[in-house]
Each structure stands twice: as structure tokens, then as C-alpha cells.
């Protein structure tokens, strides 16, 4: 079945807590990218990558890191996570690598910052 | 800053009645634009969008959208609504200018009546 899946699910941490969450397609898709859904602020994204070795920065980019070795993975990186970065995220990939294609998205993490 | 905006944050509905949800985007040059839903308890998923030609766009379920590039608006129309529609509702832009960038507006949620 072609998905994007995302874990964990759920995660709660406190401050300062190095945490990943990892994104995996398996649809030989060569965009991929991050965003966070916040109560009234809609979907941001937070990195994207069109390629292997090739990310670059989204709206919201402060406190996370990316990185794209192989593609069909795209873990997000919380150095030191802090309470703002409590959200859902959002994994999601296309066929193209362009950000007008087609999304498909993951299940979600929501993610709690104690 | 170039933006997304959704006019409606939370729309009540009952069975049968007509529904219109509005979008509007900041963004000059060409676009790319989107609709995508999230049932509850499932994924985000693309409902329709527009690249280019006619500007009125039909997508599943019975949605369809208009372009109108005059005024910067790509609103969502369904002559009749159902219980099942009930939804979060994204509008999302692709600029040319930032072709792999994806905007997405604060989400409109829809909740039909039975």
C-alpha cells in the first residue's frame, strides 16, 4: 500500500530533550517536507527537500533540523526541543520535485514539550 | 508577507444546505492552487486544484472550486452538503515565484448537521 508513515504518534518530552521523528515513504517520491498545524495558524511548514542531500528552509524553520541521506526518508530533528514547539506534524511527500504536486500526507505526531 | 487567508474559521451546516468557503492569497505572478481536507481521524487529502485552463475546477465528493484572478480567490463550493462532509477544510497556493514552496491558510472547519 502506498503511505507515508510517521513515528511515533505521540510523543510527550520535556525541554531540552533531543528528540526525532521519523517520516518514510514508499513511493519512490522525491519531494518531501515537514509542517506543524497550530490552532488557527493552519499547516506551516518547517523544512522541505527535493532531492537526496537537498533541503532548504520553510516558513518556520527555527529549532528544527532535516536531513535527507536516502529517499524515501526524512526525519525531523529536535535539537532542544522547547513548550512553542508542542504541535501536530505533518510529514508529507510528492511525486515531483516540485511543492505544486500532488501532497500526500502522513498520519500526524502531535508532539507535547513539558 | 504573502499570505493564505481563510475568511471562515468554523462553519455550521445542516444536511442539503449549500456550502462556500472562501480563500484568498497575496502571493503576485502565477499560482498553483489547492483544496485539501483532513476527516476526522484521517490524513490530509487533496480534494482538488487548479494549474492552469478553466478556472472552474471539480474535484471528489461533489467540490468544486473557482479561480478568479482578479481577486486573488480560489473558493470552494458544494451545492449540497452531507454529514459526511463534515471536515477541515485547507487552501493552499504554489507560487511560481517559489516553486517548491506550499502555503497553507488557517483551515476552515465545516460541521454539517444531520
Known amino acids: 500500500e502506498a503511505q507515508v508513515t510517521q513515528n511515533p504518534r505521540y510523543l510527550i518530552t520535556v525541554t531540552g530533550k533531543k528528540l526525532t521523528v521519523t517520516c518514510s515513504q514508499n513511493?519512490?517520491?522525491?519531494?518531501m517536507s515537514w509542517y506543524r498545524q497550530d490552532p488557527g495558524l493552519g499547516l506551516r511548514q518547517i523544512y522541505y527537500?527535493?532531492?537526496?542531500?537537498?533541503?532548504d528552509k520553510g516558513d518556520v524553520p527555527e529549532g528544527y533540523k532535516v536531513s535527507r541521506k536516502e529517499k524515501r526518508n526524512f526525519p525531523l530533528i529536535l535539537e532542544s526541543p522547547s513548550p512553542n514547539q508542542t504541535s501536530l506534524y505533518f510529514c508529507?511527500?510528492?511525486?515531483?520535485?516540485?511543492?505544486?504536486?500532488?501532497?500526500?500526507f502522513g498520519p500526524g505526531t502531535r508532539l507535547l514539550v513539558l | 508577507a504573502q499570505s493564505v487567508s481563510q475568511h471562515n474559521h468554523h462553519v455550521i451546516l445542516s444536511e442539503a444546505a449549500s456550502l462556500e468557503l472562501g480563500c484568498n492569497y497575496s502571493?503576485?505572478?502565477?499560482?498553483?492552487l489547492f483544496w485539501y481536507v483532513q476527516y476526522p481521524g484521517q490524513h490530509l487529502q487533496l480534494l482538488l486544484k487548479?494549474?492552469?485552463?478553466?478556472?472552474l475546477v471539480k474535484g471528489i465528493k461533489g467540490f468544486e472550486a473557482e479561480f478568479i484572478k482578479s481577486k486573488f480567490s480560489f473558493n470552494l463550493r458544494k451545492p449540497s452538503v452531507q454529514w459526511s462532509d463534515t471536515a477541515e477544510y485547507f487552501c493552499?497556493?504554489?507560487?511560481?515565484?517559489?516553486?517548491?514552496?506550499?502555503?497553507f491558510g488557517a483551515g476552515t472547519t465545516v460541521t454539517v448537521r444531520a
Open positions: 508529507a511527500s510528492s511525486f515531483g520535485a516540485r511543492g505544486g504536486e500532488t501532497q500526500y
Open positions: 513511493m519512490n517520491h522525491e519531494y
Open positions: 527537500s527535493m532531492n537526496v542531500e537537498v533541503t
Open positions: 502571493y503576485g505572478g502565477t499560482v498553483n
Open positions: 487548479y494549474f492552469s485552463g478553466d478556472p
Open positions: 493552499a497556493v504554489n507560487p511560481f515565484s517559489n516553486d517548491y514552496k506550499l502555503s
